[in-house]
């Protein structure tokens, strides 16, 4: 397997060997729709070996540490299931010990699916692969993603209580934060020095796409870089609203696997939190993803990430929407991407943006939602392309071009 690739899963029993040239500690956790677990009884590992549906099993150090995940005997709500990895040496990173995780079929053993993360660097824990459940049918996905801050940081990320000794002064304030393969380590995200003033768009026209407009005519296709706000009769719209982004492959190309996601920012344009296919609520449930399209097959939006304005907490200011290409496709692959604003009461579409140029790139940001000193949001088409193929690559310039 591939990085972003799946696989359907025809048992229901399956066990994940993850194996390297150095002993491993290899965990399991059982993840809600919020992308966290409902309690640290669902973080399975060596000092708790069993769970609903899941296990873990001890190689000894001659043989791989496995998780075996019973589909059938999983909790309700319970829709992926993370399967982890860290070197036992304290402090150990995976440079030049890269793991293979082998997925089995349980009862007799034979090999379903291997996968070896590639261009590991300083990562000192995994997620190595995922058993999600999509349309009724449990599939296994190959993520490699990478943690600088170890098996404590991917269990903090999904919600586990974990009591560590207390980090030096240093390193105390930095958040946990997961990085890739593909990107360097860091703490945290950069965010750029504070603008003298505040990031909101101005009134007057933006770029050339034309000026800002409302919502008093109804539905409005914008052009790269207009500026609509979200006021009707003069009223702002602080109610429910859905992001969707759609795409399908280019004409006779194969399937394309992106992933669409949502950066929040404060008003100095510092970095609060994404919501992605891995994490698909933040800010208290104000913001949720539909969870991951993995073919762009079908008509209809791909992904839906729901904005609830009215519960955004104050210091949310600033939404970036962005779609990027995991397994590594260009978006010169892609066709007929857009991104559309729906009144998510009445299902009305507000706002459409269509891209209709493409550059070979992995990410792009589609548009972005700012909220004014007066309380009303506006919405600015993008389509600004960058390298990445996560969420996490975006957030910096993202920032950049609030």
């Known amino acids: 397997m591939t990085p972003g690739s799946n696989l359907p899963l ?32 669902d973080f399975i590992f060596y000092n708790q070996p069993s769970g609903p549906g899941v296990s873990y099993r001890s190689g000894g150090g001659s043989a791989p540490d496995s998780i075996t995940v019973d589909t059938g005997a999983l909790p309700p709500g319970i829709e992926r299931i993370v399967v982890t990895a860290s070197p036992d040496a304290a402090g150990q990173s995976f440079q030049g010990i890269e793991p293979t995780a082998t997925v089995r ?43 600088a801050n170890g098996l404590a940081g991917i269990a903090t990320d999904f919600g586990v209580s974990v009591d560590e000794e207390p980090a030096p002064p240093a390193a ?29 768009p101005a009134s007057a026209p933006v770029g050339g796409g034309g000026g800002k407009i409302n919502l008093d005519k109804g539905r409005v296709s914008l052009q790269k870089n207009q500026t609509v706000s979200l006021v009707k009769g003069g009223r702002p719209l602080l109610s429910q609203v859905k992001m969707g982004l759609g795409w399908e492959p280019a004409y006779g190309g194969r399937d394309i696997d992106l992933d ?60 970036v929407f962005t779609v990027n ?54 919405m600015t088409a993008m389509g600004e392309f960058v390298k990445s193929r996560t969420v996490r690559g975006m957030v910096k310039p993202a920032s950049q071009a609030l």
């Open 105 to 147: 079929d349980a009862a007799g053993g034979a090999v379903i699916a291997t996968f070896t993360p590639p261009q590991l660097g300083p990562e000192t824990a995994l997620v190595v692969v995922e058993i999600y459940q999509r349309g009724g049918v449990w599939k296994v996905r190959a993520v490699g993603q990478g943690y």
């Open 260 to 319: 669409a996601s949502v950066i929040a920012y404060g008003p100095q344009r510092n970095f609060i939190d994404s919501c992605y296919f891995g994490k698909l609520s933040i800010l208290g449930g104000a913001i949720k993803h539909s969870g991951d399209n993995l073919t762009g097959d079908g008509a209809g939006d791909d992904e839906v990430i729901v904005v609830d304005l009215g519960r955004l907490p104050a210091e949310a200011t600033g939404l």
């Open 325 to 378: 290409s995991f397994s590594g496709q260009k978006f010169t692959e892609v066709a007929k991407a857009y991104c559309r604003l729906i009144d998510a009461a009445s299902g009305e579409e507000l706002v459409r943006f269509d891209l209709t140029s493409a550059e070979p790139q992995t990410g792009v940001m589609m548009a972005k939602l700012i909220k004014q000193f007066s309380g009303e949001w506006e």
């Open 172 to 200: 105390a304030a930095a958040p946990v934060t997961p990085v890739t393969p593909a990107a360097p380590v860091a703490a945290a995200p950069v965010a750029p020095p504070a603008p003298a003033a505040p990031p909101a």
């Open 10 to 41: 025809d048992t229901v029993r399956v066990t994940v060997d993850v194996a390297a040239p150095v002993r491993l500690d290899v965990s399991g956790l059982l993840l809600a729709a919020d992308g966290k677990v409902r309690s640290d009884a």
